[in-house]
């Protein structure tokens, strides 16, 4: 396929762009294999003249064209919720550009997609695809204890699909075995390990379910695998992300659960995330919420309460905190899954850490526990993030889990402003990447796809871009300072907030939290000698202040 087949016209004059909070801008329009493009004609009618639009197509959700006369109006939804529209003269320009643009937009090969193409300046393809080997991770395990071993018996990808090429696995369990317990899986994904808390010796697994099915299949690999984890009189939990009677469905269809019989050491407790087309249908519900300036106060809260985000929040933030107790004080190892064990069970293992482990706030860390927890555990980007809140296609494999998990690190950030290193900015960039990117991090499925697809090769790492000195500096929380200790969040319903930077982020202008922070970093780095914290804990309360904020946009 070329994609001169799919640009029916290239160029269109006299084109009117407007979005919200911004002047509209009349100039000319071109079409790319890759970008829509918009420049403003030069001078004239008081006009700047060098505007510009640059919008990777893959950003656009959804086209909606409307004609009147002669000419016509394209709305462009995009994946990072902005909402653009396009007065274009001529009929047949209008239709031609809409059709254009949603071929585009649709094109769903891997290989055809932007990252493949770009080569930005000062970049090595080969930059920031190694920092964070399993193996220097494992390393670090190593120095604790001897009990765990790094394993090469997915190194073809035949033991398991989405699993990476190494995994961490108990040391007394040979690769024979891993395999055995694997046929008795999910999807292939045999219990191995994600973390382990130095402070209490335990470890949180993840897998996917087990494949006991109707007639109680068991597999003594399987059983030896968990056993292996716990020494003699020890007890451990399952944390199970579904319903007991949506784990009890399971079991009719061939998957199931572990039962206390064959696992005596191991307490299963059931805690219900929703993934799929619930989630989906929440985030579209609360997009559309948000994008009602129309709705008086009682119809706003109806509709926020109603769309059921926040309640997935308090959900996935109540799970991940129980991993960690379990860990933390109950000094118990916990096994986390649900079904395949790619979303929700990705969702608690990587925000347990966070709530655990002070290395995983830093901005490395961060980019370490993604990789290790989202990427190369085996997340279905590809799927899950192929349409975010707009798209009028008939909905498949969508589900925004990332995007859910990105929130609850928002709710740490503000529950805890100075126990992380990176701020919201690196959260609204990693939301903006997962759905379309110049970057290679986040395509396919899993690490087999990439291989295939020589991602590493081809394309440059999101990781070697956000790294450079000069763009690192915008992801920074000047506020940070270490924290030791276990951040415990609050989960009661007026601890759980709307994300406003991310979902009125094209809505409402933030131009005076933005200079506040600004003010922040300016004088942060002015009181180096002083009392950092003191300084911080005053602005911090300040920006936290709804009547402050109002105060100052009056």
């Not at 001897?146 to 997915?154: A, I, P």
């Not at 399952?238 to 696992?263: F, H, L």
């Not at 939290?513 to 009392?531: F, P, S």
Request: hydrophobic share 35%.
């Amino acid at each position: 396929m070329e994609f001169s087949e799919l640009i029916k016209t290239a160029t269109v004059e006299n084109v009117l762009l407007s979005c919200t909070g911004l002047p509209a801008v009349k100039g000319t329009l071109c079409i790319t294999s890759h970008h829509l493009l918009l420049s403003s004609c030069p001078g004239g009618d008081g006009q700047p003249g060098t505007v510009e639009l640059w919008l990777l197509i893959r950003n656009v959700d959804a086209v909606e064209k409307r004609i009147a006369g002669s000419s016509g109006t394209i709305t462009l939804r995009c994946k990072d919720l902005k909402v653009l529209q396009l007065e274009i003269p001529g009929m047949e320009e209008c239709l031609n550009i809409a059709s254009s643009i949603e071929a585009l937009s649709s094109v769903d090969s891997v290989m055809m997609m932007y990252p493949f193409f770009y080569r930005p300046q000062g970049l090595k393809l080969e930059e920031g695809w190694h920092l964070f080997p399993l193996e220097q991770y494992f390393q670090q395990i190593a120095l604790q204890t001897s009990q765990w071993r790094l394993s090469h018996v997915n190194q073809d990808f035949t033991t398991c699909p989405t699993y990476p090429p190494a995994v961490i696995v108990p040391a007394a369990v040979d690769d024979d075995a891993l395999r055995r317990s694997a046929r008795f899986r999910q999807g292939g994904r045999f219990p191995v390990l994600s973390y382990y808390h130095a402070k209490t010796g335990t470890v949180m697994l993840r897998s996917g379910q087990p494949l006991t099915g109707p007639n109680r299949k068991r597999c003594r690999e399987d059983e030896m695998l968990l056993g292996m984890v716990l020494d003699e009189g020890e007890r451990g939990f399952i944390i199970d992300t579904r319903s007991a009677q949506a784990a009890k469905q399971a079991r009719m269809t061939g998957g199931g659960t572990e039962p206390k019989s064959s696992y005596p050491q191991w307490r299963r407790l059931h805690r219900p995330l929703e993934r799929g087309r619930p989630l989906q249908e929440s985030f579209i519900k609360l997009v559309e919420a948000c994008n009602d300036t129309s709705s008086n106060m009682d119809r706003w809260l109806s509709r926020l309460e109603s769309c059921r985000w926040l309640s997935h929040v308090k959900a996935a933030l109540s799970t991940a905190c129980l991993a960690a107790q379990c860990m933390d004080r109950e000094e118990a190892s916990v096994l986390v899954h649900g079904t395949e064990g790619t979303d929700t069970t990705l969702l608690v293992t990587a925000l347990a850490q966070l709530i655990l482990d002070p290395s995983c706030r830093t901005l490395v860390g961060f980019q370490g526990l993604l990789e290790r927890e989202w990427i190369e555990a085996g997340h279905p980007f590809h799927l899950r993030c192929a349409h975010s809140a707009y798209s009028h296609a008939r909905m498949k494999q969508e589900a925004p889990l990332f995007l859910l998990f990105l929130d609850c690190v928002w709710q740490l950030s503000r529950q805890f402003p100075f126990s992380l290193e990176f701020s919201e900015c690196l959260l609204l960039a990693l939301f903006d990447n997962a759905y379309a990117s110049a970057y290679g991090t986040f395509l396919c499925n899993n690490e087999k796809e990439r291989c295939l697809c020589k991602v590493k090769e081809n394309t440059h790492s999101l990781w070697a871009w956000l790294n450079q000195p000069g763009e690192k500096k915008k992801y920074l929380n000047p506020l940070y300072s270490h924290n030791a200790l276990v951040i415990w969040p609050s989960v009661e319903p007026q601890s759980i907030q709307l994300w406003q930077g991310l979902f009125f982020r094209w809505i409402r202008s933030s131009q005076y939290l933005d200079e506040a922070w600004e003010e922040i970093q300016r004088l942060v780095e002015g009181n180096e000698d002083t009392d950092k914290q003191s300084t911080a804990n005053r602005l911090s309360q300040s920006l936290s202040d709804p009547a402050a904020r109002t105060e100052n946009e009056r």
